[in-house]
């Protein structure tokens, strides 16, 4: 009777739910949990150690004041904000990863080392590592001098590599480095030991951390009821439509023959699969591409503009009208900024396209089909299968870059319709939730499956 009462308990909980409690029952899925909340939270200490002879508040100050630093405040998990030894967050490591994924079909040794297996990915990981070092030295110079520019109060030292100001500038560099390589190497832990990709965890977990000051901004906004119903349904509806997307597919049905040698007799079978591409192949990679570099013209426009002379001057204000998100001419909210959100749209839609068509480039579909015995029916096997999926993934990509040209332009329709000036990113950030949230549940769900239970997403 009591396990029958259990089992119908079971039964009437929600199947995630359900599936939450199972993996807490199994003492490896457990470890698995508790080591990747145990490294979020080491993430999120390190990201409230600030580095030396720099004032916090008076930079938390300036960003209140700055939306452009933001999207840098994204990537960082809010550690930015606080100029922390995180400040960088992984953003040095992702700008490797993505440098190695466009030049490695240009080079044929790297492409070489592509196809060796584990030992070439493992090189090609190390050379990741190596060239993330250079790179977060030099975003960090960049960063300190920016900040600087923005926020002269908070520094006791100007950034620099003569005088008295090279040590600090030195200690500052070297404390934003290891703070960011050292973020990368929580993010490895938590791929080998615990739950999700780690360096995705780490920037859903700066973002998560966030959201309590967003929702605190949205409540003590002047919108009022209904508009606050009307952000809600925006909001739910974004999620709605980015889960979609990021589980859309096309299948490209396929075939395999092969013989079997059975009796004496050698006997030929055919089996039926698929080739399943997504209609969002880039993920988050076309808007941090475009967010970027929409940004630098500003980033520079910004430390241009209290320049002595008059034309430099003049030009820095007008990019910085034009391009500022979210900025007028005289530097308060606004919703007239067109030039950021259409270079945004338009770069978004093209990096979508360059990122797809690359990655597609590298995996050569076509030619590992024909090698396993499959073809696409009605299509010749080689280049023509090739051209053929080529085509398809062009078609079903104009779907996803597009909507990704959507979702970063919302926030400034919703900046416009709602005067909140913090939601010019969150867009942004909550496709980063949502694909990080969808790639941790399939995880846990695989690591269920071999236990035999039941699959809760579908």
Known sequence: MALAASRQQAASRPRLLQAVLDALQQEDVRKKLLITGALLVVFRFVAHIPIPDVDPRQIQSAFNQNQVLGLFNLFSGGALRRISIAALGVYPYITATIIMQLVTPLFP??????????????????????????????????????????????????????????????????????????????????????????????IFGGIVAGMPGLLNQVFNSTIGIFGLLLLVVVAVGLVAAMV?????????????????????????????????LRVNSAGMIPLIFAFSIVILPTLGAQYFQTSSTTWVRDVALFVNRVFAPGRDADGHGSSSAYGFYLAVFFLVVIFSFFYTLVVFQQQNLAE???????????????????????????????????????????????????????????????????????????????????????????
């Open 244 to 276: 979609w997307m990021q589980e859309a597919i096309r299948k490209i049905p396929v075939q395999y023959a092969k013989s079997v040698f059975r009796a004496g007799k050698m006997y030929r079978q055919s089996g039926q699969s698929h080739i399943p």
């Open 109 to 202: 040794s790297l492409h070489n080392l592509q196809k060796e297996g584990e030992a070439g990915r493992h090189k090609l990981e190390l050379y990741q590592y190596w060239m993330s070092v250079p790179l977060a030295l030099v975003q960090g110079y960049a960063q300190l001098v920016i900040l600087r520019r923005i926020a002269p109060q908070a520094f006791q030292f100007s950034p620099g590599f003569s005088g008295s100001d090279a040590l600090p500038t030195v200690t500052a560099l070297f404390a934003l480095t290891a703070g960011s390589m050292f973020l990368v190497w929580i993010g490895d832990l938590i791929t080998e030991n615990g739950i999700g990709n780690g360096i995705s965890l780490i």
């Open 368 to 458: 590992n089909l024909q090698k396993q015995g499959g073809f696409v029916p009605g299509i010749r096997p080689g280049r023509p299968t090739g051209e053929y999926i080529m085509r398809v993934l062009v078609r079903i990509t104009w779907a996803g870059a597009i909507f990704l040209g959507v979702v970063a332009v919302i926030p400034y329709l919703a900046t416009g319709w709602f005067g909140i000036t913090s939601l010019q990113i969150s867009s942004t950030g909550l496709l980063i939730v949502v694909g990080v949230v969808i790639d941790t549940m399939k995880q846990l769900e695989a690591q269920l499956l071999m236990r035999n239970y039941e699959g809760f997403i579908r």
